[in-house]
């Protein structure tokens, strides 16, 4: 059974720094690994589809990496802003096929102003 | 990508009563997928819903408590039945997204207090 894990679970920081969430995951026969947002409250947004094939993908000021082998990936937020913050979610596969996803339990993030 | 509409966006309700969720799509999708998300916690999928058939149910989660409805290929239900403040959670509906890559789409969510 698949299972995720986010490191760490809260972090707080000040506006402008740099800084690395964590994933991993116990089953590295996934094709896909996605990073969400969820502001409180709120539904899910998508940030980030890393496919199986891919190693890393870039948005904006976000960078998410993937190694399948090691079973991690990291979601990288560049220059953080008071409008980062917000609960950080990796999610995989569950299993063969379109099974939904597995989440870890998310880092929830606060950058001071 | 993918848009999905789901109502209510929040409910308080009575314990004992039962309350339904839905959730329409604005493209065809085979399956739709019922997530809960209590209090503090992460997302744990409750099933998955696929047109023409019964439900599937994770460990856990039984069709008296939470039917499901799958009437055609971009809109689905959940019903919460004789709930508890136990229940009181976040329900979200989501999608598998060609246009994302098969990534996961999701609704924005029912927050559900049971009192």
């Known amino acids: 059974k698949q299972e995720v894990t986010q490191i760490p679970a809260a972090l707080s920081v000040p506006e402008g720094e740099n800084l690395v969430l964590n994933c991993s995951f116990t089953?590295?026969?996934?094709?896909?690994l996605q990073w969400f947002r969820q502001d409180p409250g709120k539904g899910l947004t998508s940030l980030l589809l890393?496919?199986?094939?891919?190693r890393e993908q870039t948005s904006g000021r976000l960078n998410a990496s993937l190694d399948k082998s090691s079973g991690r990936s990291t979601l990288y937020i560049a220059a953080s802003q008071p409008g980062d913050s917000a609960t950080y979610l990796c999610?995989?596969?569950?299993?063969?096929?379109?099974?939904?996803?597995?989440f870890g339990k998310g880092t929830h993030l606060i950058i001071q102003p | 990508s993918a848009v999905i509409s789901q109502k209510p966006s929040r409910d308080i309700c009575q314990r004992g009563t039962s309350l339904t969720i839905q959730c329409q799509v604005d493209?065809?999708?085979?399956?739709m997928f019922w997530y809960r998300q209590q209090p503090g916690q992460s997302l744990t999928l409750i099933a998955t819903?696929?047109?023409?058939?019964?439900?599937?149910?994770e460990s856990g989660f039984v069709i008296d408590k939470f039917p499901i409805s799958r009437p055609n290929l971009t809109f689905s239900t959940l019903t919460v039945s004789n709930m508890s403040p136990e229940d009181s959670s976040i329900y979200l509906c989501?999608?598998?997204?060609?246009?994302?890559?098969?990534?996961?789409?999701f609704g924005s969510g029912t927050r559900l207090t049971v009192v």
């Open positions: 089953d590295s026969a996934i094709y896909n």
């Open positions: 890393i496919q199986s094939s891919q």
């Open positions: 989501s999608v598998e997204d060609p246009a994302l890559g098969y990534g996961y789409t």
């Open positions: 493209s065809q999708v085979t399956m």
């Open positions: 819903a696929n047109q023409g058939s019964e439900a599937t149910y």
């Open positions: 999610a995989v596969p569950s299993g063969g096929g379109a099974d939904g996803l597995t």
